[in-house]
């Protein structure tokens, strides 16, 4: 579980420096995401995911 919350953290903190350091390049991010296509969000959510399990994986064994 103390991983699970250490993971969590570093999330939390990941995306609190990319707001904190560009703002205005997240808010444009965000609007040019409108544009971009459902499946292809959802695509990338899932390539996303199953690299973040890969790294997880490797690292844990």
Do not use: H, N
Request: proline fraction near 3%; avoid cysteine.
């Amino acid at each position: 579980m103390s991983d699970l919350v250490v993971a969590l953290g570093l999330v939390l903190a990941i995306e609190g420096t990319f707001y904190a350091l560009s703002p205005g390049t997240l808010k444009e991010l965000m609007r040019q995401m409108q544009d971009v296509p459902e499946q292809t969000l959802r695509t990338g959510g899932i390539i996303a995911i199953a690299a973040g399990l890969l790294i997880v994986w490797l690292v844990r064994g």
